[in-house]
């Protein structure tokens, strides 16, 4: 669909009834990074979190080597190993929003960003997260969970990011998306947000140096590529 936000961006709606499934793409160390827009408040607060509305779900039925992305009442969810860490706020106001989770195997750590803002973190504990083959863009099952939006961008990391690398993402997403951020970095959202593949420098001293540079404009803002997405 088009015309999605205030600058009018193209997304992938989902109705409810329909996903995307893929080959699983990270298991150990991770970063979730998704962009969307959502009137639904469907869910349950009661429920159990593989019922939930996901945006990227793979729940392993009899196992929780399992994660998931979603929103259960138009509040943001991120599950790693049944560990539950639920945003406080409804996201369900038709706006452009982005949602940044992340996991450590090592420490067993997992937390989320919501708007560029962190809402918390949870001891997961550490293991393989390898239950699902598969995981499915829309939904936290094949029949169960499906999520109504629009969905402007995911990409998943085999890493979590550093801090100047979220905030280069979350300055992307506002520019190009017009998503809430911290970090304005971008002066010509309203004109020329189309134009932005991303943004690779914060400061002269704060920049991603393993980003492949496309383009530097009169401000010094350097549009780039963000290394190892799926």
Avoid at 6 to 26: E, I, K, M, Q, W
Avoid at 54 to 82: E, Q, R, T, W
Avoid at 139 to 148: N, P
């Amino acid at each position: 669909v088009s015309g999605v936000g205030p600058n009018l961006v193209t997304a992938v709606r989902f109705d409810g009834t329909t996903h995307l499934n893929f080959p699983r793409p990270v298991e150990v160390d991770f970063t979730l990074v998704a962009a969307f827009a959502t009137t639904s408040t469907a869910g349950n607060p009661n429920a159990a979190w593989w019922s939930t509305p996901a945006i990227l779900g793979g729940d392993n039925s009899g196992n929780n080597n399992d994660y998931h992305l979603g929103l259960n009442v138009g509040k943001p969810l991120f599950v790693v190993h049944d560990r539950e860490l639920l945003g406080p706020s409804s996201l369900a106001n038709g706006l452009p929003h982005s949602l940044m989770s992340w996991r450590v195997d090592a420490t067993g750590l997992m937390g989320m960003f919501v708007d560029g803002v962190s809402v918390g973190s949870l001891d997961a504990g550490p293991g393989l997260l390898a239950g699902p083959t598969a995981l499915f863009i829309g939904s936290a099952r094949s029949t169960l969970g499906f999520w109504t939006g629009d969905l402007l961008e995911i990409v998943a990391y085999d890493r979590e990011l550093r801090g100047i690398e979220r905030n280069m993402i979350q300055a992307y997403f506002s520019a190009r998306y017009g998503t809430p951020s911290p970090r304005a970095l971008f002066a010509f959202g309203a004109t020329h947000s189309g134009d932005v593949a991303g943004i690779g420098q914060e400061t002269t001293a704060e920049r991603i140096p393993e980003a492949v540079t496309i383009f530097t404009d009169a401000l010094g803002t350097t549009g780039a590529t963000i290394p190892n997405p799926y």
